[in-house]
């Protein structure tokens, strides 16, 4: 049922920068809709870091940032720290569904 | 700050019902809100479901649109979802979120596992 593209997996030494990659097509983000990014850990609520692209919700790190290009977006960690190895999740709006598509997943270690 | 707890069966039958439901604080239900339900599961990763304006408007997933109703109670501050005739494929965690119309999800539920066997 994901209609975007993440890799399955990423990790980084602490203190280096990680970046996952979020494929879509013409009918979500080359539509023009916005990619939004979430961080889902174990016991958790699932907790969204990326808005509007590139924009922090009040209280997520400054070292987490986004991008966006024609059909595809990127989640970028600077600085990486144990605490945010966690699955790493990008969303963005359907044409095609009238609703919202999620990407596969991306588990950081 | 919007706060969000699901609740229910933790199992159901095939070919049973589903219902959860998603107790709401820290705002009305009644304000200017979409209200959403997104599930997880190993085979299909995260899926929306829909979202139900405070109106009571519902918008659903085409590939579940013909089971699944997605409701609102005001009384009670709460929304819930519905899903009929449920198989082993609707085994998964079911989370509800808040949307503030912009089509993204700024708040979400802890989860709840519901697993459909006999």
């Known amino acids: 049922q994901s209609v975007l593209t993440q890799p399955p997996s990423v990790s980084g030494a602490p203190g280096q920068t990680v970046t996952i990659s979020c494929s879509g097509s013409s009918s979500n983000i080359g539509a023009g809709f916005d990619v939004h990014w979430y961080q889902f850990s174990p016991g958790a609520a699932p907790k969204l870091l990326i808005f509007g692209s590139n924009n922090r919700p009040s209280g997520v790190p400054g070292r987490f940032s986004g991008s966006k290009s024609a059909t595809s977006a990127s989640l970028a960690i600077t600085g990486l720290q144990a605490e945010d190895e966690a699955d790493y999740y990008c969303q963005s709006y359907d044409t095609n569904l009238s609703g919202y598509v999620f990407g596969t997943g991306t588990k950081v270690t | 700050h919007v706060q969000l707890q699901e609740s229910g069966p933790g199992l159901v039958k095939p070919s049973g019902t589903l219902s959860l439901t998603c107790a709401v604080s820290?705002?009305?239900?009644?304000?200017?809100?979409?209200w959403n339900w997104v599930r997880q599961s190993p085979g299909k990763g995260l899926e929306w479901i829909g979202e139900i304006y405070h109106s009571g408007r519902a918008t659903y997933n085409p590939s579940l649109e013909s089971r699944v109703t997605i409701s609102v109670d005001k009384s009670k501050n709460e929304f819930s979802l519905t899903l009929d005739s449920v198989t082993a494929a609707d085994t998964a965690v079911y989370f509800c979120?808040?949307?503030?119309?912009?089509?993204?999800?700024?708040?979400w539920g802890q989860g709840n596992l519901l697993t459909v066997s006999s």
């Open positions: 979120a808040h949307s503030s119309g912009d089509h993204y999800l700024d708040y």
């Open positions: 820290g705002v009305s239900i009644s304000s200017t809100h979409w």
